[in-house]
């Protein structure tokens, strides 16, 4: 159903407390790139006859219509230009640590203003934030946080780096790329935190200007990413091979969801293509699944699962494997992969002793990847 029509229907059947496509939330007045406040023009899109677009930010190419929206609902077509209705509209900010994005090798122990808009690519069934990645931007009270703002309140809370987060930055790109600019002006770093379903040129361009990146890889198969995620794994995978090429700090997150992803044979392949595509030194974490939205019908995953995975990663080479969303758990320490001794040692989210000294260990000087200052 066309966006112009579902409106029609629903304000036929209810006003303003209605359930909209995306789930139980009330369908505020539609806002639209006819109101100048929304009007920032889309960077990644071409025009196409009849005043149509394509967009050109993620694999999914979207061909939309005049008055129509893609299918993440924050890009809007009007008279034939693309706009992205979330630029400098966070919906959420918050100030976390590095280690609940997670980033283990950057920047250890500090803090990140963490920021979201409304939106999301794709639509993953265990989605923790689905209450604002699965809505459009006016079913949220939306900020007005321009990007020198935004820069403005990370310095103000002493955080050295900026992530986007919670939803998925990829579809607030442009407002990303802005407030990275402004923040590396003052020498605030700027991290995405993102599912890694984008097109090369855009991912390009953010690079040029991000510091390091965490890649959730939902699972190893496409069918997976087709039946769980509603999208792709092959576009995933080129961009954590671009990624490596560009020289990018990156970390992959692998969510172990019981009885859909957790095989011992999709773990090898991984830590088989990991190695030989991206090299040892990547940091994967495995982490736990707890029911969430659209999967509440299967158990958190087991410990020993997260253990399985961890091993078998190891097995293969990889050098920096962790296990996650266990907090105490041995494996969310890291560990010098040359002599075994632990060089940061965590708890959840929390530091409790980091002997990394100039990026090396100091007890055997075996050179530790990442970003430590
Ligand atoms: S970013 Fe949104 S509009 Fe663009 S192709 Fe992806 S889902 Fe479609």
């Given amino acids: 159903m066309k966006r112009r029509e579902f409106f029609k229907t629903c304000s036929t059947v209810g006003g303003a407390s209605l359930l909209c496509s995306s789930g139980a939330f009330p369908l505020m007045s539609p806002l639209h790139a006819a109101d100048p406040v929304y009007q920032h023009e889309a960077r990644w899109y071409e025009k196409i006859p009849h005043k149509r677009v394509k967009c050109l930010l993620c694999p999914r190419e979207c061909v939309v219509d005049d008055r129509e929206r893609g299918y993440c609902g924050v890009r809007e077509n009007y008279d034939g230009i693309y706009y992205t209705l979330v630029h400098s509209r966070p919906c959420t900010y918050h100030i976390d640590p590095i280690e609940k994005k997670p980033l283990f090798h950057f920047l250890p122990g500090t803090q990140a203003f963490s920021m979201a808009t409304v939106g999301c690519n794709v639509d993953c069934q265990f989605c923790q934030n689905w209450q604002i990645s699965q809505i459009r931007p006016e079913q949220a009270d939306n900020l007005d946080l321009p990007p020198a ?9 002493g955080a050295p780096s900026i992530a986007y987060t919670y939803s998925e930055p990829v579809i607030f790109s442009e407002y990303m790329v802005d407030t990275a600019v402004e ?24 690079a040029e200007v991000l510091s390091a990146v ?18 792709e794994l092959k576009p995933v995978l080129d961009t954590l091979v671009l990624l490596k090429k560009l020289d990018i700090w990156t970390e992959i997150v692998y969510l172990v969801v019981p009885t859909l992803n957790d ?4 773990f090898r392949d991984l ?9 040892t030194d990547i940091p994967v974490h495995f982490t736990r699944f707890y029911p969430q939205y659209k999967l509440q019908n299967l158990p958190p995953t087991p410990v020993g699962t997260l253990e399985r995975a961890a091993e078998i990663s190891r097995a293969e080479g990889m050098r920096f494997v962790y296990v996650g969303n266990v907090p105490g758990h041995k494996d969310e320490n890291t560990r010098c992969p040359a002599c ?6 965590r708890r959840g989210f929390w530091i409790i002793q980091n002997r990394i000294s100039e990026g ?7 050179k530790i990847p990442g970003i430590w200052t």
């Fill in 271 to 279: 830590a088989k293509w990991m190695k030989g595509n991206l090299g």
């Fill in 360 to 366: 090396k260990c100091p007890d055997c000087g075996e």
């Fill in 340 to 345: 075994g001794k632990v060089l940061i040692q």
């Fill in 263 to 266: 095989g011992d044979k999709e």
């Fill in 214 to 231: 965490k890649i959730d890889l939902k699972a190893f198969t496409e069918k997976y990413y087709r039946d769980v995620v509603a999208g």
């Fill in 149 to 157: 703002r935004v820069v403005e309140m990370t310095r103000e809370a």
């Fill in 183 to 206: 923040g590396n002006k003052y020498g605030i770093r700027s991290v995405m935190i993102s599912n890694g379903y984008i097109q090369e040129k855009p991912m390009r361009e953010l």
